[in-house]
């Protein structure tokens, strides 16, 4: 590693004992990244700006809030009367939760769109699919902490999923409950562990850019740098990128937090928990409709001597959903990563988008009459893609033909380059 | 557990009768102009005031209002409070009695302070049912928040009260209401023409009253609106401008790249 150039004595001297200055150097000077990313891949640094707004205003939540069913509500309200500048952390990080969760999903489709997830990537990919479901458990207990009717019964509906599990699944519950009903020390915990998780997440965070770095990011063209015509460094050119992307999704979240604060949110979670009298309708966050959907949509499944009874099978789909995306390296065949090269897949991932919007919009409603049915098509759709559709595809595509290097692609004037060249990715 | 939970929310669906069935859907309601809505919204003091006048005239005989304290009225309140001064809030405190005890440790009343928050109608759940045919109305402090259309189903709620159909057959002690998930609801209409006397001459019309009294709870519902709304103004400028010479920091030093 190369000490940072125009050092002074002090820094040389820290840094022969606490390399920290060659390492930011390297990983941000030095680090080559190619030179033509787009837009959509400022989402990844949006989504660890999120991580830190969401544990910055946490903490100084968690100041004023108590965790205890009698008082609750009442802190939280407290917060947004009498805590100064407290209605502006409660917002920033109430609708942070939902644009996390924006730019997580954007920046998981932009790697399904660009093939991020192939080799060698597949260890970086599943790692943010851990974090994935990290954020999946945080935002949950982050919800019920306010201690509304949403939070009670979106709790119930959740931790009732774990007695699908055959015979030692009503003891899981209860144990998870700390009692026989959700109350107080089912609140504890969920603070508990909602403070903890996040920690989790900034670990897991870690080794993901850890294995970015390794390899360096992909690209809109899928294709490997071939040598220093193809990258550029870091610092300052995605660095100013990043800060201006980071501008305009400010304006759009402080649009929210300002203007429309409880939009994203349901009124029911406005009315204290009441374990008596269940609500309407029982909804989660948007961020969990299309996996509501599918749990609420699978039907008792026939095996030839057994039957798997429909919430068991709710639930392993709904969990099947995650899974299928840890071994989503191993299910695309194909070895074209990025779908500008892949013109039948492509349509399949605007499909697939689809389909996961369809499912979110039937999560939000009662599965009654037509909902049913495209709840069902739209889950047994999202499996046939991964599961079926991805193998095959890998086999059966023409992909068309990759350009030879980035440079090549890119630049306005490039290297003289044949072109036509079939590389493999 | 899960049959009990069942169990539970079932008792409680067939306790409360049609009311609270589910699947029942809210009658139309229109879309009204509230002075807070909007980036500029700001409350209309003089009408949040006179709903004030109606919310403890006529709501709070059933209805409590706990997150808010007197002292939130006057000019120390989030907020800035809701323009009345620190003389007039002492004598709307303490023209309620608060609960407390005395050196002795015996129950005993006393005069409100601006410091204690709304005093309820009732003293707890049991006399709120005792009182109400079984019910407990519920409390106004967040209650335009947590209703979905918020202040317009709340303004169409309480303007909404009409005869029932004559196909339709009420429960009993039910009361029709346009408005109202499946139009049947315990309250009985709360506002009447001149349900409460204006001091500054405004005509007390129900739909006048509704108006007011909605302009106060959300008032109540936030207190610290404006300071949104102010705050937000300057960060969203601050960003643009911030944005603005980002993206130019962006063009010049990937000018040489492209």
Known sequence: ?425 | MRAFALAAGLGVVLLAGPAAAPAQEAGAFPKQAWPFEGVFGAFDRASAQRGFQVYNEVCSNCHSLRLVAYGDLGPGGPGGGLGFSVDEVKAIAAAKQMPDTNDQGEATTRPALPADHFVPPFANEKAARAANNGGVPPDLSVIVKAREGGPDYIYGLLAGYKDPPADMKMGEGMNYNEVFPGHQIAMPPPLNDNSVTYADGTQATISQEAYDVVNFLAWAAEPTLEDRHRTGIKVILFLLAMTGILYAGKRRIWAAVH
């Open chain 1, 1 to 425: 590693m190369d000490a940072p150039r125009n050092q002074s004595k002090l820094v040389r001297w820290i840094d022969h004992r606490l390399p920290i200055f060659s390492f930011m150097a390297h990983e941000l000077n030095e680090y080559p990244t190619p030179r033509n990313l787009s837009y959509w891949w400022n989402f990844g640094s949006l989504a660890g700006f999120m991580l830190v707004v969401m544990i910055a205003t946490g903490i100084f939540l968690a100041m004023q809030y108590t965790p205890h069913v009698d008082f609750a509500f009442d802190s939280v309200e407290r917060i947004m009367r009498d805590v100064n500048w407290g209605w502006l952390m409660r917002y920033i990080h109430m609708n942070g939760a939902s644009f996390f969760f924006i730019v997580t999903y954007i920046h998981i489709f932009r790697g399904l769109y660009y093939g991020s997830y192939k080799a060698p990537r597949e260890l970086l990919w599943m790692l943010g699919v851990v974090i994935l479901l990290l954020m999946m458990a945080t935002a949950f207990m982050g919800y019920v902490l306010p201690w509304g009717q949403m939070s009670f019964w979106g709790a119930t509906v959740i931790t009732n999923l774990f007695s699908a599990i055959p015979i030692v699944g009503n003891d899981i519950v209860t144990w998870l409950w700390g009692g026989f009903a959700i109350s107080n020390p089912t609140l504890n915990r969920f603070y508990s562990l909602h403070y903890l998780l996040p920690f989790l997440i900034v670990g897991v965070v870690v080794l993901h850019l850890v294995a970015l770095h390794q390899h360096g990011s992909n690209n809109p063209l899928g294709i490997d740098r071939k040598g220093p015509q193809d990258s550029i460094p870091f610092h300052p050119y995605y660095t100013i990128k990043d800060m201006f992307g980071m501008g305009v999704f400010l304006i759009v979240y402080a649009a929210f937090i300002f203007f429309m604060p409880n939009a994203l949110g349901d009124p029911a979670n406005y009315i204290p928990a009441n374990p008596l009298q269940t609500p309407p309708e029982i909804v989660p966050e948007w961020y969990f409709l299309p996996f509501y959907a599918i749990l609420r949509s699978v039907p008792d499944i026939w095996l030839l001597v057994f039957t798997i009874p429909a919430k068991l099978a709710g639930v392993l789909c709904m969990f099947g959903s995650i899974g299928v995306l840890f071994v989503l390296p191993w299910l695309d065949t194909s070895p074209v990563r990025s779908s500008r090269f892949r013109p039948v897949y492509k349509w399949f991932f605007w499909l697939l988008v689809i389909d996961a919007l369809v499912l979110g919009y039937v999560g939000a409603h009662r599965p009654e009459g037509f909902y049913v049915l495209m709840g069902r098509f739209g889950t047994v759709y999202y499996f046939v893609h991964f599961l079926i559709l991805l193998p095959l595809l890998g086999k059966l595509e023409r992909p068309r033909p990759l350009p030879i290097s980035i440079s090549a692609a890119v630049l306005k004037s490039p290297p003289a380059a044949p072109s036509g060249k079939m590389e493999p990715a």
